[in-house]
């Protein structure tokens, strides 16, 4: 079994940056392909970022790219999510996921692929 912690979201302003962390915890020796979602109010949960095993490969939604860079550390066992030059309409719930696999495409990360799911942590960006 699988548990993901999301720690580091927080009130900031537009133009401002803030780091995601996910702590990957449980009795596995599966190192997953990583991602990160996001809901925001009323809207449907989408993919932001993904990440391979080893971390060489990353994809990401249009939205984000050149703003968001996702990473990990499989030795810490942790997954990360920095975020610079946030804008309001990033404001939204954002979720640790594992996959079975990676996708180049981004189109691919369905919420039905994933096996694993964070609780989420809030970020809200104001403008």
């Known amino acids: 079994q699988v548990q993901l912690v999301e720690s580091g979201g927080g009130l900031v302003q537009a133009g401002d940056s803030l780091r995601l962390s996910c702590a990957v915890l449980?009795?596995?020796?599966?190192?997953?392909?990583m991602a990160w979602f996001r809901q925001a109010l009323g809207k449907g949960r989408e993919f932001v970022a993904g990440?391979?095993?080893?971390?060489?490969?990353?994809v990401y939604t249009e939205s984000v790219k050149g703003r968001f860079t996702i990473s990990r550390d499989n030795a810490k066992k942790m997954v990360y999510l920095q975020m610079n030059n946030l804008k309001p309409g990033d404001t939204a719930v954002y979720y640790c996921?594992?996959?079975?696999?990676?996708?180049?495409?981004?189109?691919?990360?369905?919420?039905?692929?994933?096996?694993?799911w964070g609780q989420g942590t809030q970020v809200t960006v104001s403008s």
């Open positions: 449980g009795r596995t020796s599966t190192i997953y392909p």
């Open positions: 996921a594992a996959t079975p696999r990676y996708y180049d495409n981004s189109n691919d990360y369905r919420l039905n692929v994933v096996d694993y």
């Open positions: 990440i391979s095993w080893s971390g060489s490969s990353t």
